[in-house]
């Protein structure tokens, strides 16, 4: 509640603005890893019970933002909260139980947000969620574990970036791992220009292979992800712009001395 202080008509005291949230723009479309801030018990208009959850985004640039969500305690409707348990790692009993939401604050789970008008104004909906430790885990349609990016330096991510054709104006914008990650992955064909650059080969090499007539690595057959490694492991500075061959001139001059 405001109030203005009529000892000298300017100066007015505002309540605590804390819990009071502002207009801002629905949470854009796409997957979010999400945590369980509040469980409430209520009432649907209908006078049905339901749970009301409120979810806090942990990751990414809207880190923080919240999500709203209405479960169904009717019971030809329990395989919606079934499904947030199972999402949220919950352990769910074999038979009747008495659910402590207490217990569910902290959980974390992944959600698919899309976007529904409501009395005119654009707002962000939760479609579905899932457990992330399931998604983890599980391997893509070719069987190959999926590709994170988080295990290359900032130089591998800005040369991928410039890969993937992110313009060099972008790319200054992006100063954060987080958001270089953000903008990679939203580009199409991010995973093959990946394994151009830092991609093992498919069929692994004898150890009689990795050595030349001379008795040397052979540094053709490394990834330029492994070259680096090697470069740096002796030392030798890795220049902006140097491709596959111009480091691997670099750890052969090294050899040389």
Request: net charge negative; aromatic share 6%; proline share 2%.
């Amino acid at each position: 509640m405001a109030r203005r202080n009529r000892k000298n008509g300017k100066s007015i005291h505002i309540g605590d603005l804390s819990n009071v949230e502002t207009s801002k723009k629905a949470l854009p479309e796409g997957e979010y890893l999400v945590k369980v801030a509040e469980v409430e018990d209520k009432e649907s208009s209908n006078g049905n019970p339901m749970l009301a959850f409120t979810f806090n985004v942990e990751e990414g640039d809207y880190k923080g933002s919240k999500l709203f969500h209405n479960c169904s305690l009717q019971p030809q409707a329990l395989f919606n909260l079934k499904g947030i348990l199972l999402a949220l790692g919950y352990d769910i009993p074999s038979s009747d139980f008495d659910l402590d939401t207490t217990e569910l604050i902290g959980l974390t789970c992944g959600v698919d947000v899309a976007h529904e008008v409501y009395n005119g104004k654009k707002r962000a909906r939760i479609t579905d969620f899932y457990n992330p430790d399931d998604e983890d885990s599980e391997e893509d349609e070719d069987g190959e574990e999926e590709i994170d990016l988080s295990e290359l330096e900032m130089d591998d991510l800005k040369e991928l970036a410039a890969e993937v054709g992110i313009s060099k104006v972008k790319l200054r914008k992006l100063k954060t791992e987080e958001k270089l990650i953000n903008a990679i992955t939203a580009e199409d064909g991010w995973e093959d220009a990946y394994d151009e650059l830092f991609g093992e080969d498919e069929e692994e090499e004898d150890e009689d292979s990795e050595e030349d007539e001379d008795g040397e690595e052979d540094y053709e057959s490394m990834s330029i992800k492994d070259l680096k490694a090697e470069a740096r492991e002796r030392g030798l500075k890795i220049k902006k712009g140097m491709d596959k061959d111009d480091i691997i001139d670099m750890i052969e001059e090294d050899d040389e001395e």
